[in-house]
């Protein structure tokens, strides 16, 4: 059976709260000094008997210092809050600020900013991966010309749009003729 379908473990795609973790380590640590059962101690922190046996060996081994969080896994990041914070302030600026001669920005384009601001350069699939984690979602420009006559357009569907209108002469006969039986 999958821990997942006994609510414990960590679901694809949540990201741990390491400091609650901690939190919950340490508040066992403290039930199993005062003499509690694991399983006890298990029911009360809401997570299996199991783990609570594994810290109860660390507690031994080396005390609550063997129950603190550990440092992040996997490599450290290569941006740190202000290069995101720049990479943010870049974004809004705009594509043409970095010499770019349309608007629009391109997974290519975040890209050349990330490396020109921060020095770092990524991949366009971790640009996307990066853009999302700062909020940013992709659209679609709207396909417009750049000439386009919104007052003109406007006028034209309210005076000859309705002259060219196909209307029926005589709205009491079908357009076409009936298939049915009689």
Request: net charge positive; hydrophobic share 35%; with cysteine.
């Amino acid at each position: 059976m999958s821990a997942i379908l006994f609510g414990m473990g960590h679901p694809a795609g949540v990201k741990r709260d390491r400091v609650k973790l901690e939190q919950r380590r340490l508040k066992a640590a403290k039930l199993l000094n005062r003499g509690m059962a694991e399983a006890e101690v298990a029911r009360r922190v809401g997570v299996h008997r199991q783990s609570v046996n594994r810290w109860a060996r660390q507690l031994k081994q080396g005390g609550t210092e063997n129950l603190k969080r550990t440092p992040r896994a996997g490599r450290p990041p290569k941006l740190t809050a202000a290069d995101r914070q720049r990479i943010v302030q870049g974004l809004k600026r705009g594509p043409e600020a970095l010499g770019y001669g349309t608007s629009l920005w391109t997974a290519w384009r975040v890209a050349d900013l990330i490396e020109r601001e921060c020095g770092v350069k990524y991949s366009t699939v971790h640009t996307w991966r990066l853009l999302h984690d700062l909020g940013w979602t992709p659209q679609r420009p709207a396909g417009r010309a750049l000439e386009r006559n919104e007052a003109a357009i406007r006028r034209w569907k309210r005076q000859r749009w309705p002259e060219l209108k196909k209307t029926l002469k005589n709205e009491a006969k079908p357009s076409s003729s009936s298939t049915k039986a009689d």
